[in-house]
């Protein structure tokens, strides 16, 4: 089975529910000198970062990804779920004296979120090289420490191994020179519409310019689907019909894994398209980004009440 390099963040989400209103205890007239405590009965801990979950999400594709990331002294609870998921952790490093990166998320009833992330272990991942695993067939560049970013891309493209740049949330840290750079080493670009327009808008490129630089450019746009713009046609893949609407965090991630797959199955963009379309659709329908759970054997058949044709 051809192996797949996930160079990306590994984290913690901790999600907190206050079962109130913000607006009822943050005053506009007191935000000078701001001193609030929400009590939380309810807390969760999913484990998360881009990484982590397209490793997660190939693996239940049958296929064999290496997650690469670096990650903290808090790590354990994580590495023996990915163990008991049969995947690889070699190319995942624990930095000593140092936590895992990680979200505290608290949402109030009206859906509000206050956040704090702690990068962490993250912010060494240029600690870890390309160069260290062999027989990679694909990788991809997902939101990770900015340093380890630049130097994964360069190492694929200097080994002459295909990788997918997934800039994600990491798109503040790079200037339009350096995207310019990134997208000239990748074989391939993802982005949703949101950040689509961010890369073109910093690169000075069109879409259309950038997809001439690539075999594929992907851009994702949530309910409505996505588009892959390759070999000068834009390919339109609808998206799938989620059991339900959960929650949509990680979906994108989702679709990576499912472009990874059809990638490196030699699938056409449709085929391709729609893999990581019900990817997406699947993700969605579970709380947090690693809770939902299916065989290659039963993704095939739901593939085909979906899409109304056998998955080749
Ligand atoms: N409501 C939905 N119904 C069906 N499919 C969805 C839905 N939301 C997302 N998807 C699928 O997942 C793909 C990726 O979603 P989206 O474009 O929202 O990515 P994203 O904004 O990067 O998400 P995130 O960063 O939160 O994981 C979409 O192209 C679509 O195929
Ligand atoms: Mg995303």
Redesign the pocket.
Known sequence: MPRALICGSMAYDTIMVFEDHFKNHILPNKVHMLNVSFLVPQMRREFGGCAG?IAYNLKLLGGDPVPMATVGQDFAPYREWFASQGIALAHVREVPDSFTAQAFITTDRDNNQITAFHPGAMGFSQQNKVGDVADVALGIVAPDGRDGMLQHARDFAARGIPFIFDP??ALPLFTGEEFRAFIEQADYVA?????ASLLTERTGWSEIEIAAKVKAYVV???????IIHAGGKAHV??????SA?ID????????RAGLIHGILRGCDWATTGRI??????L??AHPG?QNQRFTPGEFATEYRRQFGQALA
């Open positions: 979950n994600g949330q982005a949703n519409s949101y950040e994702t746009r949530g309910a409505e689907g996505s893949i609808p998206s799938a019909r989620p609407v949509p965090t990680g979906c994108g991630d989702a679709y990581a379309s019900l990817m997406g659709a993700k969605i980004t």
